[in-house]
């Protein structure tokens, strides 16, 4: 039995399998089979993002869901957050979102939501595994599912967001900028942010199904930074081409990153007593000076491996509503069941507006340490435990780093590459600690 679910669905090269027609379709007829199993009801709604090859795989994964006998609510493109909440709202089975997130338009992917909003469990993946073993076999005509197009998904959405933001203050102090990423927050973004009374300057969207995450949005914010200053707005606000991912750049133009806005939301929700347990999760990756920052404020810092999946599961287990990663997934669950750049956005602006300070100023409450990133291609795959000139070496540095520093190693999931990062107080020592690292592997 393949394997094909990653720790955020099924992802690859559009035309490389399992990324093709036919296997979407059998995909489809898997996923519908096993929810009828569980429901005899089950129905399904299908979003996507801005990339061309969306068209064909969103009916692909039609055809197959109706052929295992599952209803189809069809809902265009938009944000997979978006999708978690519509599943609910609809009250589908499932719901499904064709996209490669962050990716360039030349991947795609899916991945799927429980009728909670959540991702589906370990154990829906393993049977949905199975059932893609074997033969398909479609209901009879009397069975076939039925399909219809959700006219007013895009209006229900942006008063959703609307509502996690409190009504008693609104935004038309700020002058913002927002950047897209020609993706599916295109069509939504400017009216959520708008409505609220903010004063939006609106880049990067008109996707045209080649242009998704291409120089620009929460990977690449070069553009918003430019624009910020050309435009002496407040602030930039840039989302990935799914919308689950956010970045921000205040008035100078320096970039706020994940670890940063989490920092941000997590000190003021402790201070009206919002943050439940007190507790915010991050992953390895969460920048040691931040970490340092929430125990100078008492807050109780969980560590889980890298992907919201992770995180979402230590805020389920350790009943917190705040986690995210430095990369931008940044989930507020009393809002919503799933990372939101949207819903993000605005908590950090609530923070902004009744605090009366500027982004600048919030940012420079955390101080975050200087981290070195290098990836090492491998020919082959490595073992980290065995490798013993690397754990030799990581020992030597971990020890000139002392309490200030840390090091983490680990093998990418989807590339032949070792990662190694390094960070601490003296950006110099750190440099040179990542770069003695990486030579024991060349």
């Not at 996690?164 to 939504?188: E, P, Q, W």
Request: proline letters at 2%.
């Amino acid at each position: 039995m393949s394997n094909y679910f990653g720790t955020d669905g099924i992802r690859g090269k559009v035309g490389i399998k399992p990324i093709t027609a036919d296997f979407f379709l059998k995909l489809g007829w898997a996923v519908g089979s096993v929810l009828a199993q569980k429901n005899e009801n089950s129905s399904v709604v299908i979003g996507k993002d801005t990339r061309i090859s969306g068209y064909l795989f969103e009916s692909a994964l039609e055809a197959g869901f109706l052929s295992a006998g599952v209803d189809v609510g069809l809902l265009g493109p938009m944000p997979t957050p978006a999708i978690a909440y519509l599943t609910q709202t609809y009250g589908a089975t499932a719901g499904v979102v064709i996209s490669a997130s962050h990716n360039h338009f030349q991947d795609n992917g899916v991945k799927f939501f429980s009728n909670k909003g959540f991702k589906l469990s370990d154990q829906d993946q393993k049977a949905i595994e199975k059932r893609l073993s074997e033969p398909m076999v479609s209901v009879t005509s009397e069975n076939i599912g039925k399909a219809i197009r959700h006219e007013q998904s895009l209006g229900r959405y942006i008063d959703f967001c609307k509502h996690t933001f409190d009504k008693n203050i609104d935004l038309s102090s700020l002058n913002i900028v927002i950047d897209c990423a020609n993706g599916a927050t295109y069509h939504i973004a400017e009216n959520v942010f708008a409505e609220l009374g903010a004063n939006i300057v609106v880049i990067n969207h008109q996707p045209d199904g080649f242009n998704i995450n291409l120089d620009c949005g929460a990977t690449d914010t070069q553009h918003l930074q430019k624009t910020v200053l050309e435009n002496k707005a407040d602030l930039g606000i840039a989302f990935d081409g799914d919308g689950d991912r956010l970045m921000m750049v205040d008035s100078s133009g320096e970039l706020v990153d994940g670890d940063e806005l989490v920092f941000i939301i997590a000190k003021a929700w402790q201070a009206q007593n919002r943050l439940k347990n007190n507790t915010v999760v991050g992953t390895q990756m969460t920048n040691l000076g931040v970490r340092h920052g929430y125990k100078d404020l008492g807050i109780d810092f969980i560590e889980t491996d890298v992907g919201d999946r992770f995180v979402m599961e230590q805020m389920q287990k350790n009943n917190a509503v705040l986690g995210g990663e430095g990369s931008g997934h940044i989930i507020c669950l009393e809002q919503t069941t799933s990372g939101d750049g949207i819903i993000a956005a605005l908590q950090v602006l609530e923070v902004l507006v009744k605090s009366g300070k500027t982004l600048n100023a919030l940012k420079s409450e955390v101080q975050k340490y200087p981290q070195v990133l290098i990836n090492v291609k491998t020919k082959k795959k490595i073992n980290l435990l065995q490798h013993q000139a690397l754990q030799k070496a990581q020992l030597k540095v971990e020890k000139s780093l002392g309490e200030a520093g840390r090091v983490l190693i680990r093998a990418s999931g989807t590339e032949p590459l070792i990662r190694i990062m390094v960070e601490g107080r003296d950006l110099d020592l750190v440099q040179e600690s990542a770069e003695v690292l990486a030579t024991t592997l060349s």
